[in-house]
């Protein structure tokens, strides 16, 4: 027999007959459970469209709920002091000064501990005069202020700190 | 017939059946399904009552050759009609023949089986009585063994090559009817039947250590 003369044979199968009556007993006693739905009715229709207006009317509303409770907190303008540009340049400036008059502190304390008695003012301002006046540190020379005050020996006795004390002084 | 399918019959010594190995087209619904069909989706039973009797040895059939347990293709087979009938509310009739409906509950619920329960027995050691239906018992001996193989080879094949030879060797569906239940081209279950042919064939030589 060929592979296809024994697929039919299996068309021969059938059920059992008692399984049959019994199957179609028990099923056909049950009740469809599914709603059955059929053609259009008015009644259906508009409940559909009051389910979904209504769908559509919460979904707005907790989304205008949501977002204006975020817009009146969270994304509000807010000021930070910190940031202010005013308060931010003046502190740069105060910075600038403090700098400054580190500096002539201590080119005055270089310049006492250095010169002759006889010519040490004159010199502690000639010192101090281009430091003064220019706050990047060059001289109107050309040279830096620090060279042209101490030496190599005496910068090393009087440290930046000691002169900060003798200006709190 | 193709050349492709002659071909493959000779090559394989089968005898082709006569002038088309496709199966003649037959359409396999009852006289006035539609109506049928529409009032037992209003829920009227007795419309329900001759669609069960007209597909329900088909479904049958479809069920055990994949379980191949007698018992459980009557449980899966009862499973698919009780479902189809609390279900009938949800069918929509789109052109598609109902037995396709019907094939795609029984594939469900054979997957089904098949999660819920592996297999505990070798089917190939059990008496070959205990899964040919009565119906057919009065077969020789030797057939029912043959038909035993040919069942346990068709349940190797992967389930869409199965659901092809069910649909076009063992019950002739046409070649629409098996396109529209699985859900494919007609092309393509052309070019799968052809293959599952094959597979089935090779699968069956290894059966017998050729």
Redesign the interface.
Known sequence: ????E???????????TA??ET??R???A?????????GWSAQRTLWKIFETGAAVALTGFFVLLITGAFSGTRFSPVQYSALDPQSLHAEAQAIDIQVQLANVNYAEAVAESTMPTSVRKPASAAAARPLLTTASGTTPNGGTGTATGPTSSVTSTLTIDQALQGLAK | MPLVQRAFCLEKGLVPPPGNLNPPITFHMLDGEEKLIGDAVKGKSSAFAPLYDHYQPMIYRFVFVKVGRREDAEDITHQVFLSAWQNIGNYKHRGHPFSSWLYQIARNQVVDHYRAKKSEVSLEVMDPDYFVAPAIAHFDLSTKLEMEKVRVAIAQLKPEYQDVVIMRFIEDLSLKESAQALAKTEGAIKLMQHRAIKELQRVLDEQSGK
């Open positions: 027999m060929t592979l296809f024994l697929l039919k044979q299996f068309k021969k199968i059938e059920p059992d399984f049959t199957s179609r028990a099923i056909l049950h009740e469809p459970v599914a709603p059955i739905a059929h």
